[in-house]
């Protein structure tokens, strides 16, 4: 068995977004979530955990988002929902981390965002997008002194904030192992709790200069046999 390959601290965190296809099989889609479960490679068996979601709209019908410290673990995942007749239109790899602006924040909330444990309780409304800070010429995130980018990110920080409650979010970083620079995952109790937070924390000037944001993906988070009815996969 090949030794796992895992980060430093953290997880990683692999989203796929996948369409049905007539070989669509529920039996092995449940066998795939099953292995990737198992304990193995000395890792424990919860180690390693699978958010389902049934998306919305034409880009893709369901998201498999499996986070765990073993990336051997998720490219078997991956191949395993493959071979259940899920076809991966897309996909963001990413991983946990807790930001340089926030280092010293209590351990407690460190470890929750290093090892966050999903689908948080009464949050189903769903979405995912990836997103990087801007280099323009006049706008460049990068060329800012470390002290007015905390100020910023600070100031982005406390406006997250006011949604507690609301919309659970889950940052993780992709800057190298992916097109964008991080992924955000956004869990809400309705689906407007989303717009709201997206909506509102646009207009802080961290993301109003130096923000550029990706693909959008929007559904509900359900047991992965109940998204699998939903979405038309069928035994």
């Given at each position: 068995?090949?030794?796992?390959?895992?980060?430093?601290?953290?997880?990683?965190?692999?989203?796929?977004?996948?369409?049905?296809?007539?070989?669509?099989?529920?039996?092995?889609?449940?066998?795939?979530?099953r292995a990737l479960k198992a304990s193995g490679h000395n890792i424990e068996a919860d180690a390693h955990q699978l958010v389902s979601a049934a998306l919305l709209g034409h880009k893709a019908d369901v998201c498999l988002m499996a986070l765990g410290p073993d990336l051997w673990r998720l490219r078997q995942f991956q191949t395993d929902v493959q071979a259940a007749g899920l076809d991966v239109v897309d996909s963001y790899?990413?991983?946990?981390?807790?930001?340089?602006?926030?280092?010293?924040?209590?351990?407690?909330?460190?470890?929750?965002?290093?090892?966050?444990?999903?689908?948080?309780?009464?949050?189903?409304?769903?979405?995912?997008?990836?997103?990087?800070?801007?280099?323009?010429?006049?706008?460049?995130?990068?060329?800012?002194?470390?002290?007015?980018?905390?100020?910023?990110?600070?100031?982005?920080?406390?406006?997250?904030?006011?949604?507690?409650?609301?919309?659970?979010?889950?940052?993780?970083?992709?800057?190298?192992?992916?097109?964008?620079?991080?992924?955000?995952?956004?869990?809400?109790?309705?689906?407007?709790?989303?717009?709201?937070?997206?909506?509102?924390?646009?207009?802080?000037?961290?993301?109003?200069?130096?923000?550029?944001?990706?693909?959008?993906?929007?559904?509900?988070?359900?047991?992965?046999?109940?998204?699998?009815?939903?979405?038309?996969?069928?035994?």
């Open positions: 068995m090949t030794e796992a390959m895992s980060p430093t601290v953290g997880l990683a965190v692999l989203h796929l977004f996948c369409k049905v296809t007539p070989l669509a099989d529920t039996d092995g889609v449940l066998v795939a979530a790899l990413s991983l946990t981390e807790v930001s340089e602006y926030a280092k010293g924040i209590p351990e407690e909330r460190r470890q929750a965002r290093l090892y966050p444990q999903l689908p948080p309780e009464g949050k189903s409304a769903f979405c995912f997008y990836p997103m990087s800070k801007r280099r323009g010429e006049e706008d460049n995130w990068y060329a800012l002194p470390y002290a007015d980018r905390e100020k910023l990110m600070y100031g982005h920080g406390s406006t997250g904030r006011t949604f507690a409650g609301r919309v659970l979010q889950v940052v993780t970083g992709s800057t190298g192992i992916d097109d964008f620079e991080w992924g955000v995952t956004l869990f809400g109790v309705h689906p407007d709790d989303l717009k709201d937070c997206v909506y509102t924390m646009r207009y802080d000037e961290a993301s109003a200069r130096y923000a550029e944001f990706g693909v959008f993906y929007t559904g509900m988070v359900a047991p992965l046999p109940e998204v699998l009815v939903t979405v038309g996969v069928t035994d």
